[in-house]
């Protein structure tokens, strides 16, 4: 099964090989528009993660023109990639300019060595065949995560290591970025989803949430700065960016730093989204709360149907509050009685206040609660009648 999938792709390479330059924009936008509507799970994600990131700023019509622009952008991305082997080295020269790399320069005659720290932000897998070239006589390391198809992995490899640059496998990881480190080499990392063990806590469009920290450790460790870095396409030329280095201050303890570090760069990552917004990868769950499962993605807005009677209605506050803490990001809407309504809008873990009006009637009060579009629903009182308001 492993060969035939790499058979599978190897056609496709073929088949994307095939197709004109010219013609390779609008064919990727036909796949993207195609994506748009056949995929819904990616598509809520990214209409989520939008409205909760620039949602006090693109209006609706704005958000989904990203959104789409981000399925067009990532085909057309993934399409350029495939093609990559069909490029001399010269021509890859031809069509690559850095800007900044007297930043780069500057890092390395410190003989700290030095951290690359870049998101899943436009062509980010042309950011390591085009930074090798730009950098020239450095030979960057790269982070990777080995593929479990030994064949297709193998192929991908290749693919990433076309020019001057170098992939490491992920679970090996440690020792070769401290022995790079050490000897005045450079070792990038991608940093802009949610990590694992070693996340802190980050500010990323006014929400706090878990951002990988590992670039930051090593940094505070090692002494090497970290320069964030990020590949811009302009018509059919790619400049790699280079941004103001971050240094470390050894003087202060590791762990104070290590989140100072991640902050900075994160801040950095936050602002060129701001700026190319569909170049972002908007399919990842950002902003997922650590605690909660996976299948429970805190993206979600949840409506909470309220107890119908103001003494259960006081004991539920504290519900509540755990519930905003499971999902912190979350928009919390409480469906109640409208008597209740005061109580509920002065509490600062709930987002909005729903009141079912009995005038309304029960297939009123059901009606309103779909036009909520409501992912996630939570029913605090024991009644069969409010259960079944979620259900109609």
Same mark, same amino acid.
């Not at 399409?79 to 320069?105: A, W």
């Not at 990323?204 to 090692?222: D, I, L, M, Q």
């Given at each position: 099964?492993?060969?035939?999938?790499?058979?599978?792709?190897? *056609?496709?390479?073929?088949?994307?090989?095939?197709?004109?330059?010219?013609?390779?924009?609008?064919?990727?936008?036909?796949?993207?528009?195609?994506?748009?509507? *056949?995929?819904?799970?990616?598509?809520?994600?990214?209409?989520?993660?939008?409205?909760?990131?620039?949602?006090?700023?693109?209006?609706?019509?704005?958000?989904?023109?990203?959104?789409?622009?981000?399925?067009?952008?990532?085909?057309?991305?993934?399409?350029?990639?495939?093609?990559?082997?069909?490029?001399?080295?010269?021509?890859?020269?031809?069509?690559?300019?850095?800007?900044?790399?007297?930043?780069?320069?500057?890092?390395?005659?410190?003989?700290?060595?030095?951290?690359?720290?870049?998101?899943?932000? &436009?062509?980010?897998?042309?950011?390591?065949?085009?930074?090798?070239?730009?950098?020239?006589?450095?030979?960057?390391?790269?982070?990777?995560?080995?593929?479990?198809?030994?064949?297709?992995?193998?192929?991908?490899?290749?693919?990433?290591?076309?020019?001057?640059?170098?992939?490491?496998?992920?679970?090996?990881?440690?020792?070769?970025?401290?022995?790079?480190?050490?000897?005045? &080499?450079?070792?990038?990392?991608?940093?802009?989803?949610?990590?694992?063990?070693?996340?802190?806590?980050?500010?990323?469009?006014?929400?706090?949430?878990?951002?990988?920290?590992?670039?930051?450790?090593?940094?505070?460790?090692?002494?090497?700065?970290?320069?964030?870095?990020?590949?811009?396409?302009?018509?059919?030329?790619?400049?790699?960016?280079?941004?103001?280095?971050?240094?470390?201050?050894?003087?202060?303890?590791?762990?104070?730093?290590?989140?100072?570090?991640?902050?900075?760069?994160?801040?950095?990552?936050?602002?060129?989204?701001? *700026?190319?917004?569909?170049?972002?990868?908007?399919?990842?769950?950002?902003?997922?709360?650590?605690?909660?499962?996976?299948?429970?993605?805190?993206?979600?807005?949840?409506?909470?149907?309220?107890?119908?009677?103001?003494?259960?209605?006081?004991?539920?506050?504290?519900?509540?509050?755990?519930?905003?803490?499971?999902?912190?990001?979350?928009?919390?809407?409480?469906?109640?009685?409208?008597?209740?309504?005061?109580?509920?809008?002065?509490?600062?873990?709930?987002?909005?206040?729903?009141?079912?009006?009995?005038?309304?009637?029960?297939?009123?009060?059901?009606?309103?609660?779909?036009?909520?579009?409501?992912?996630?629903?939570?029913?605090?009182?024991?009644?069969?009648?409010?259960?079944?308001?979620?259900?109609?």
């Amino acid at each position: 099964m492993d060969y035939i999938q790499y058979l599978l792709l190897r *056609a496709m390479v073929w088949a994307v090989g095939l197709i004109p330059a010219g013609a390779l924009r609008p064919v990727s936008q036909a796949a993207g528009t195609l994506m748009w509507h *056949a995929d819904p799970w990616h598509r809520r994600t990214i209409v989520n993660n939008l409205e909760r990131a620039l949602g006090g700023e693109k209006s609706a019509e704005e958000r989904m023109r990203i959104g789409k622009a981000v399925f067009d952008n990532l085909i057309y991305n993934i399409c350029l990639f495939l093609r990559i082997g069909r490029y001399s080295f010269e021509q890859i020269q031809e069509m690559t300019e850095g800007e900044n790399l007297d930043y780069v320069d500057r890092v390395m005659e410190k003989g700290k060595g030095l951290i690359f720290v870049t998101a899943h932000f &436009g062509n980010w897998e042309y950011l390591g065949i085009m930074g090798s070239i730009v950098l020239r006589r450095y030979r960057p390391v790269s982070i990777g995560r080995e593929l479990r198809n030994r064949y297709v992995d193998r192929y991908i490899h290749a693919l990433r290591e076309h020019t001057n640059n170098r992939l490491i496998a992920k679970k090996n990881a440690v020792f070769e970025i401290m022995r790079t480190l050490k000897g005045n &080499g450079i070792v990038s990392f991608l940093a802009d989803q949610i990590g694992g063990n070693d996340s802190v806590m980050a500010d990323f469009f006014g929400v706090k949430v878990p951002t990988v920290s590992s670039p930051a450790y090593f940094a505070a460790r090692t002494g090497a700065p970290v320069v964030p870095t990020f590949i811009v396409q302009k018509g059919e030329r790619y400049t790699v960016v280079f941004e103001k280095p971050i240094a470390p201050d050894l003087s202060k303890p590791v762990d104070e730093e290590v989140s100072r570090i991640t902050q900075a760069y994160t801040a950095v990552i936050e602002r060129y989204v701001r *700026a190319y917004p569909d170049q972002w990868f908007w399919m990842h769950k950002r902003w997922k709360s650590k605690r909660a499962k996976k299948k429970f993605s805190d993206s979600y807005r949840i409506a909470v149907h309220a107890p119908n009677w103001i003494g259960d209605a006081v004991l539920s506050l504290p519900s509540l509050k755990g519930l905003r803490e499971l999902f912190p990001n979350s928009r919390i809407t409480v469906l109640c009685r409208g008597h209740l309504a005061p109580l509920f809008r002065n509490d600062p873990n709930i987002d909005a206040v729903m009141t079912l009006d009995d005038r309304a009637g029960f297939l009123g009060a059901a009606r309103d609660i779909r036009v909520g579009r409501f992912d996630l629903g939570i029913l605090l009182p024991n009644s069969f009648r409010s259960a079944l308001l979620f259900l109609l």
